[in-house]
Antibody
Framework: QVTLRESGPALVKPTQTLTLTCTFSGFSLTGEFCMSWIRQPPGKALEWLALLDWDDDKFYTSSLKTRLSISKDTSKNQVVLTMTNMDPVDTATYYC?????????????WGPGTLVTVSS | DIQMTQSPSSLSASVGDRVTITCQASQDISNYLNWYQQKPGKAPSLLIYDASNVDSGVPSRFSGSGSGTDFTLTITSLQPEDIATYYCQHYASFPPTFGQGTKLEI
């Protein structure tokens, strides 16, 4: 069965670093699929953040590139996103999404999402 | 970045209606265009990829068309379970970007 699930803190303080984990099953990131992180502020549209492909190449949205880092733990079937210097405008639901490839950014399977609120 | 503009932003229709949502790219994206459905409180799900290919398990009343800069999502014979927000997304270059969404109400 193919599944993805995001986990991480529901509340972070401004200036803190956010660490989110995507745990997946039923497929592989080694030569088969890639993984992306996408976020959605409450009531707003979707924003792609980062992609990790099977060669361990990493792609980031330019506006957040200095704050983002994406990595994987193949042995645990996990992909981790870190975002530094969190701000209230980063309050959003964060999704991990299976991605066909770095040249075909088709998000064919999504996790349920995790809501992160940034507040002191 | 390539900008994606959807219209309308919201739409009210009746069961059985034919519904059309449009998406315009700020530059030529060939057919590198996907459509997603997001039901209230849920994660998005893939409907259409490569502008016109219906994803597995998606009802046949959903179809997509277009190329270049202008694209269309069509729902023939609208059903109550189609209440959702629909997003287009390009992948012609990095970053992949989404439209602002079209909220469909019945």
């Amino acid at each position: 069965q193919v599944t993805l699930r995001e986990s991480g803190p529901a509340l972070v303080k401004p200036t803190q670093t956010l660490t989110l984990t995507c745990t997946f099953s039923g497929f592989s990131l080694t030569g088969e699929f890639c993984m992306s992180w996408i976020r959605q502020p409450p009531g707003k549209a979707l924003e792609w953040l980062a992609l990790l492909d099977w060669d361990d190449d990493k792609f980031y949205t330019s506006s957040l590139k200095t704050r983002l880092s994406i990595s994987k733990d193949t042995s645990k079937n996990q992909v981790v996103l870190t975002m530094t210097n969190m701000d209230p405008v980063d309050t959003a639901t964060y999704y991990c999404a299976r991605t066909l490839s770095s040249t075909s950014a088709i998000f064919d399977l999504w996790g349920p999402g995790t809501l992160v609120t940034v507040s002191s | 970045d390539i900008q994606m503009t959807q219209s309308p932003s919201s739409l009210s229709a009746s069961v059985g209606d034919r519904v059309t949502i449009t998406c315009q790219a700020s530059q030529d994206i060939s057919n590198y265009l996907n459509w997603y459905q997001q039901k209230p409180g849920k994660a998005p799900s893939l409907l259409i990829y490569d502008a016109s290919n219906v994803d597995s398990g998606v009802p046949s009343r959903f179809s997509g068309s277009g190329s270049g800069t202008d694209f269309t999502l069509t729902i023939t014979s609208l059903q109550p379970e189609d209440i959702a927000t629909y997003y287009c997304q390009h992948y012609a270059s990095f970053p992949p970007t989404f439209g602002q969404g079209t909220k469909l109400e019945i």
